[in-house]
């Protein structure tokens, strides 16, 4: 959720607890002096506008708030670190197969891994000797 | 075989359509209680509460279409018109309705 | 925010294990993002997701010779969650064969087959286990490949809908040149998971390579079967480069010339994704056109 979503939030509860109150205050003070004779015609006795307005700009708020926590959905590539980030534009996930994994094409994951890259049969001891050899080349090349 | 082959290409990502419509949810459910609290300090009464929430509700609705969708609710949405204006429809009205009477007995 | 798309890269290279394909480069790579991600503290971190964070940082801490880290890691583990999931029993495996002692692993996981989980029903637990004995017996015993495939193939007797399983011995035979049997292992894995468009394009690949081998009779069918795979994993993956790669290859030995579409399609895809894939696609698919 971003930041200004977080704000739109609070503000618009401030602004409708706000309202809400006047709107309270109001109605209890018409049943205070209800309107019982022929001059009540010119005593109020709707809402007054600017609560009403109150209420809409707090509604308005709100909505804008919901509407800007979403976000157009970002994705880091796997394999560097260069700090780019991905995005297609979208603030939702498409939902046609082929599309969908062309996420995961453009991030250059694979939702198969777990299948095809064996994980269960990695020789450990191949692996070790790799990045042995990497780190003492590496020192070598540091002296 | 040609039934397999047809189907192949119209696969649906099933974690996606389910993500999609929890997020479309998110905004309807927060929205209608919103309303309803709304239409309760305005202490709108009896046909003008539904109206209000049925105008505002697609107004929503609609918004959403155009802003998170971006006009293409079919990218997103197995059937839009019914995953965004009709499924939870019912949820949502009752959600409404709670709030309002909440509302209005709070204020008057 | 760059937290959440942190974590979810973390969590998409331990849910695909690609970190047991990364260089030493990539694995100290990981390992640094990986200790300043966990130390940051993040909320949206789930507990199942962090425990599962810990066993990658275990096994990229066994790769980079980080013996004692990985020590400590396995240690936390346990005393939080016990010996007896297999995960732990696979990772104190590891443990006994970077310290050199193969025999014990063997021995370890061995026994723990035979004594309990040949009459237990847990499916998963079986599998894993006996799978880590098979590569530890393979790097440690210099099995040949024979060897490792009758263990591998008795496996599946005697769990058939293990894809990995299948995958792997696939493998083995297509190394060894037995493309038949290797494709058959590939069915296997598509008869298990559906949709995986790499294992479509990999068949491809095998029915291409046994086209190339075979004589004249056989060879357009093989061909043509390859094509069918090729296009079949574009079309659950738009993008893939493998599969429009095979496309492109399979239908130029198709004997199609320039102007057919699938060459012409595959072509303007290789072009596409050499401009908005990631780095390594775009080099890779750049070098395929200019050979093209």
Known sequence: MSLTSKLFYAVSALVLFHSGFSSYEFHHLLKLNPPHNAQSASVITDLPKDIKYEVYVGLLLFILGVFTSFEKLQYLPIENNDGMIISQGNYLKEIALNKATNVNNLVGSNPNGEVIFSPSFVDVHAKRKITREWASNNEKKEK | MSLNEESFSKLNATVNVVDNKKRLLFVQDSCALVLGLAAGFLQIESVNGFLWFLVLYNVINVLYVVWICQLQPGKFYQSPIQDIFFESFFREITGFVMAWTFGYALIG | ????????????????????????????????????????????????????????????????????????????????????????????????????????????????????????????????????????????????????????????????????????????????????????????????????????????????????????????????????????????????LKGWALVNVISRELGRGNKNDLVKLSESKLKEISTKSNTKDKITAELILNKI
């Open chain 3, 1 to 240: 925010m760059s937290k959440n798309l942190v974590r979810e890269k973390l969590l998409t290279i331990m849910n695909t294990k690609v970190y047991t394909q990364f260089n030493p480069e990539q694995l100290v790579e990981l390992e640094n993002e990986l200790e300043i991600y966990l130390k940051s503290g993040d909320s949206g971190l789930t507990e199942g997701n962090y425990f599962f964070l810990m066993e990658m940082i275990f096994y990229v801490l066994v790769y980079l010779n980080q013996d004692v880290d990985a020590q400590v890691i396995y240690n936390t583990l346990r005393d939080r969650l016990g010996e007896s999931s297999y995960k732990m029993v696979i990772m104190r495996a590891t443990l006994l064969q970077i310290n050199g002692d193969d025999k014990g692993a063997i021995e370890y996981l061995e026994n723990l087959l035979k004594d309990d989980l040949e009459y237990e029903t847990d499916f998963v637990t079986y599998v894993s286990i006996a799978k880590k004995l098979i590569a530890i017996k393979t790097s440690s015993k210099d099995l040949n490949q024979e060897a490792v495939l009758k263990e591998l193939v008795a496996l599946t007797d005697k769990f058939p809908l293990d894809a990995e399983l299948w995958w792997y011995t696939g493998e083995i035979y297509f190394e060894m040149g037995q493309f038949e049997k290797s494709r058959y292992c590939l069915e296997q894995v598509l008869c298990i998971t559906p949709f995986n468009y790499t294992c479509f394009a990999r068949l491809s690949e095998t029915l291409y390579y046994e086209a190339l081998r075979s004589k004249k009779q056989g060879k357009l069918e093989l061909l043509d079967k390859a094509l069918k795979n090729a296009l079949r994993s574009v079309e659950l993956s738009e993008l893939y």
